[in-house]
T-cell receptor
Framework: KNEVEQSPQNLTAQEGEFITINCSYS?????LHWLQQHPGGGIVSLFM???GKKKHGRLIATINIQEKHSSLHITASHPRDSAVYIC???????????FGTGTRLQVFP | DAMVIQNPRYQVTQFGKPVTLSCSQT?????MYWYQQKSSQAPKLLFH???????NEADTPDNFQSRRPNTSFCFLDIRSPGLGDAAMYLC?????????????FGPGTRLTVL
């Protein structure tokens, strides 16, 4: 069992829909990363959060440390949001970043 | 302005022919990382530098080496690339060690081995 798990693995949506991607982790963490990777490879860091909620434009990330669960929400989704979304958390005993398996999102016009 | 730059973006090499990938950063960050990402898989950490201190992951093949001549630059050398080394190679930086500090990723270099 991976220490960081995401769901769903694949997600399709119509433009304008509200999107939720979930991340559960089994390690004890102080912060969690949400990353976006577009086709072609480059990774962009969207959020690093340790509690509560963060918002940036149409993106919202929440985390519940007690339940070891985080969600990434996209409001009013757009085709340019199509990408792989990855959550990542530190290993419990090293500084290494453990990546979730990613959620491939496709938003159709 | 690009903060973590990788060159080249695409690299084609022949089986067994040494190749060097380059990463530079304008952030003056202490830590630089190299990741390997194969198709549909999560990035896998190969090694990282904290300043000049080199930290190799236990399962990184000896075929992979790295150099950090100064704060701004870090190189990944693949001494004898095999077909299995074809992947996206991602460089990242952070001011300090995770988890305190966000990692900033470069655009990646896609390596093809013929």
């Amino acid at each position: 069992k991976n220490e960081v798990e995401q769901s769903p693995q694949n997600l399709t949506a119509q433009e304008g829909e509200f999107i939720t991607i979930n991340c559960s982790y089994s390690v004890g963490i102080s912060a969690l990363h949400w990353l976006q990777q577009h086709p072609g490879g480059g990774i962009v860091s969207l959020f690093m959060l340790s509690s509560g909620k963060k918002k940036h434009g149409r993106l919202i990330a929440t985390i519940n440390i007690q339940e070891k669960h985080s969600s990434l929400h996209i409001t009013a989704s757009h085709p340019r949001d199509s990408a792989v979304y990855i959550c990542a958390a530190p290993s419990s005993n090293t500084d290494k970043l453990i990546f979730g398996t990613g959620t491939r999102l496709q938003v159709f016009p | 302005d690009a903060m973590v730059i990788q060159n080249p973006r695409y690299q084609v090499t022949q089986f067994g022919k040494p190749v060097t990938l380059s990463c530079s950063q304008t952030l003056n960050h202490n830590v630089m990382y190299w990741y390997q990402q194969k198709s549909s898989q999560a990035p896998k950490l190969l090694f990282h530098y904290y300043d000049k201190d080199f930290n190799n992951e236990a399962d990184t093949p000896d075929n992979f080496q790295s150099r950090r001549p100064n704060t701004s630059f870090c190189f990944l050398d693949i001494r004898s690339p095999g077909l299995g080394d074809a992947a996206m190679y991602l460089c990242a930086t952070s001011r300090g060690s995770w988890p305190k500090d966000t990692q900033y990723f470069g655009p990646g270099t896609r390596l093809t081995v013929l």
